[in-house]
């Protein structure tokens, strides 16, 4: 018999318990939901709305039921819907009459929106410690590819020469954000809805002040209409996973380039990558392409609660049951792919022989070229065109500016003196541009320390 069953006639058809029953997945929260009931409990205790006898009866009660879930000794069952009323069941099962009063001043409405939130918080620390993972192993090899000329790319066209170094820290930096993103979200979730009723807060003397700081909250939330109906938290954190993916999407699709015989700036180890069931030659990305192919799963999360959300009048409605599903999966996919990128990252071997080589085509020194000559008095958009038809030139010689005598580029202009062999290598292209958050080995070094200076002090 359901627990709400006094005003109807009849049973629920089965479809219908189907189609509500939510226990399938909720059962997650189940320790949310009974540390939530012993604070409401103890606290209904404390204000004398309930005797202190039945508080204990009901803390202990609760206190065994926990154990006994996390022995895998419980069974919920579908029949009770959803945690909440499989906990009240269980409860007043065990310790009878006092369990029947659990539930006074309170409602299913802040009881649901009081667990959701606290799971969501306290998943939040296990996201940021992968992500601090994958900035470790960012800056451990960034730190040995200084030196490594690659080719930057804009329009995935050869643009200027950078370090290995600076195109990791570059994601480097994203993960910061993505990180901070978190924290931000987990401050302002920390409010407590419990007490706020089923909409309009309740009529007994309850101290929503004290359940709030029992949980750990800063504190209640302020109406109790917003408090049985906020889900922005949720919305907020999986906005902030998306934009994660996004990043660690962007990522992907460079390491799978990087992997092609095209590119081959990068082995993957065996254990982070598969073969093929025809092809014997095959090591393909598999990991990266998965990443990349999570991303759209946990943008659709975002995307299925929005929807869900958008049409809702104040306060709850049934709807909102929909808000967990995506949210766990959002969270578990993260938590799926990050240690496996971080690994991934961590064991590959970096073909610096290959990045030079492609480096070295492509004209990625024209701009140091048109600033030579700019450095020795042309106006910086002369020096370009100047620049522009060697390049030009060169292209049709099957040469590369280097390649070129004094002789030739001062048929071009006079200001070309000896020292522009020194301007025009790689090496030094690189190496001067020491303009802050620049690929010189001292700004680099300068990132990665900032880096691992950020990830030292999120370290408890
Ligand atoms: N299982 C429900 C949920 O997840 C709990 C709240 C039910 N409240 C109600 N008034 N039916 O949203």
Redesign the pocket.
């Known amino acids: 018999m359901k627990l709400w069953s006094g005003r109807f006639g009849k049973e629920t058809d089965a479809l219908v318990n189907e189609l509500n029953a939510?226990i399938d997945f909720?059962q997650r929260l189940y320790k949310e939901d009974i540390t939530g009931s012993m604070a409401h409990a103890k606290m209904l205790g404390a204000c004398g709305i309930i005797s202190p006898a039945d508080t204990e009866a009901i803390v202990e009660g609760l206190a065994g039921i926990l154990a006994d879930v996390e022995a895998g000794k419980v069974e919920f069952s579908a029949d009770n819907?959803?945690?909440?009323?499989n906990v009240e069941a269980l409860l007043t099962a065990r310790i009878g009459e006092a369990g029947k009063r659990l539930h006074t001043a309170r409602?299913?409405?802040d009881?649901?929106a009081l667990d959701?939130r606290m799971y969501v918080r306290e998943r939040i620390p296990e996201l940021i410690g992968q992500l601090l993972e994958l900035e470790r192993v960012l800056c451990r090899q960034a730190k040995q590819y200084q030196t490594a000329v690659m080719p930057g790319y804009t329009h995935l066209q050869r643009a200027q020469p950078i370090s290995f170094a600076q195109h990791l820290m570059a994601y480097a930096h994203m993960f910061i954000r993505d990180i901070t993103r978190l924290e931000d979200c987990q401050k302002r979730m920390n409010e407590c809805p419990l007490g706020s009723g089923?909409l309009a807060g309740t009529t007994y003397p309850i101290d929503r002040f004290l359940t709030a700081q029992t949980l750990g909250f800063d504190g209640p939330m302020g109406n109790s209409l917003d408090g049985v109906s906020d889900r922005d938290y949720a919305l907020e954190l999986m906005s902030a996973l998306s934009i994660l993916m996004m990043h660690l999407s962007r990522f992907s699709e460079e390491v799978i380039l990087w992997c092609s015989w095209e590119f081959k700036f990068i082995e993957l180890d065996d254990a982070y990558a598969t073969g093929s069931s025809i092809m014997p030659q095959k090591k393909n990305p598999d990991v990266a392409e998965l990443v990349r192919g999570k991303t759209g799963r946990v943008y659709g999360d975002l995307m299925s609660l929005l929807t869900v959300m958008k049409g809702l009048p104040l306060a709850?409605n049934?709807d909102?049951?929909e808000?967990?599903e995506p949210v766990f999966d959002a969270i578990d996919t993260v938590e799926l792919c990050l240690p496996v990128f971080a690994a991934m990252l961590d064991t590959m071997t970096v073909r610096t022989d290959n990045m030079r080589r492609a480096a070295g085509m492509g004209f990625i020194n024209a701009t140091d070229c048109a600033d030579y000559l700019t450095k020795k008095g042309m106006p910086f958009r002369d020096a370009y065109t100047v620049t522009g038809k060697l390049v030009a030139r060169c292209t049709a010689a099957g040469k590369t500016l280097e390649e070129l005598s004094l002789d030739e580029l001062r048929e071009s202009s006079e200001l070309f003196e000896a020292d522009v062999y020194e301007a025009l290598k790689l090496e030094n292209c690189m190496a001067l541009r020491g303009s802050y958050g620049g690929p010189a080995v001292a700004e680099t070094g300068r990132q990665i320390a900032s880096i691992e200076d950020f990830v030292e002090a999120h370290t408890k």
């Open positions: 939510s909720d819907e959803d945690i909440h009323m409602s299913r409405n009881q649901v959701f089923a709850y049934k909102m049951q808000d967990k």
